[in-house]
């Protein structure tokens, strides 16, 4: 899921053993959908539809994967085509891990493969068009799973926990009445540090930027998101946080965020109707959650 992940469970005694089952069986959904939509795995559902694109060959769908790709789809439409998830073809330019780019000369060609609409989904079934196409699932797989263990956990009759995939978190209940979850959001220039603190109660808290994973090219720094007109990486703001009902919605929609331009990003925002806080370059803040300090109550119930 690209970093570590963390579940907390509050319970009465009487349930501790309940709540290690609980968290033994989150694991297991983890570990399950990482195995099913991970690029990387050569034997996962994504790889399968990749490794089909170009051919009349369709690969069937499940509820949940159908589920996945058209909010995919959705998002590709809000976003006027800017959240793609045929994109990830073009890292074979820019190399995160590294930090270095590659050859910009094969950016043309790459483009070729990418554009959601040349996905071809179907009622449980889809296929990609051009041959080298691929699939990358990466923006919105693990915030889905932080939401499907949330709702586990409610299954199982757990009404109280907080649950961390790689900074993004869904908060369930209140550890006692009256005192929400406290959340920190990440300061860009110190990302071991909290910027803020916000105070949850059965809400998730999303956040995307380009602290972690950046080039620097002429002295520019650029984030991991990819444009998919261009080709080229966005430089965007240093970070987003968005606070929503659900994890999905919450990372959808900074995601989004981070992929328009300066001047669009705030219409983007401002018709989600969310919290959000946005922190540029600069270290400056700007959003609705922007006065919120410790000790300041911000919540969605």
């Known amino acids: 899921m690209g970093g570590p992940a963390t579940i907390t469970v509050q319970h009465s005694p009487n349930d501790a ?6 968290c033994d ?44 790709l058209q909010f995919c789809h959705a998002l590709w439409t809000q976003s006027d085509g ?3 998830p045929t994109a990830g073809i073009l890292r074979r330019v820019w190399d995160f891990k590294t930090g ?13 493969r990418v ?7 179907e009622e449980h079934k889809v296929r990609l068009e051009r041959p080298g196409m691929e699939l990358d699932l990466g923006g919105v797989v693990k915030e889905y799973a932080a939401d499907k263990v949330a709702q586990q ?19 369930m209940g209140e550890p006692r009445p009256g005192r929400p979850w406290s959340v920190g959001i990440s300061d860009p220039a110190r990302p071991t540090e909290a910027l803020l603190t916000v105070e949850l109660v059965n809400a998730a808290l999303a956040t995307s930027g380009n602290y972690q994973r950046v080039l620097e090219i002429g002295g520019k720094k650029y984030s991991h998101f990819l444009n998919p007109r261009s080709g080229w990486p966005v430089a965007g703001p ?18 989004g965020a981070c992929l328009h331009d300066d001047d669009q990003r705030p219409v983007w925002l401002q018709r989600a109707g969310l919290p959000w806080l946005e922190v540029n370059e600069q270290g400056l803040m700007s959003g609705p959650l922007r006065d919120a300090h410790p000790g300041n109550r ?3 119930t």
């Open 100 to 112: 270095r780019p590659g050859n910009p000369e094969q950016i043309p060609e790459l483009l070729q």
């Open 17 to 22: 053993a309940l709540a290690r089952s609980a």
């Open 238 to 255: 240093a970070s987003i946080s968005v606070i929503s009902d659900t994890c999905l919605t919450a990372g959808a929609v900074a995601t």
């Open 25 to 68: 069986r989150a694991e297991d959904t983890l570990h399950t959908l990482e195995t099913r939509y991970s690029r990387y795995r050569p034997d996962s559902l994504i790889s399968k539809i990749n490794g089909r694109a170009g051919s009349d060959v369709w690969t069937a769908l499940d509820d949940e994967a159908l589920a996945l």
């Open 82 to 84: 800017l959240f793609d």
């Open 298 to 300: 911000l919540q969605r």
């Open 115 to 121: 554009g959601w609409s040349m996905v071809s989904l």
């Open 153 to 171: 956990l409610r299954e199982q009759g757990l009404v109280c926990a907080l649950i961390e995939l790689a900074g993004d978190v869904v908060a």
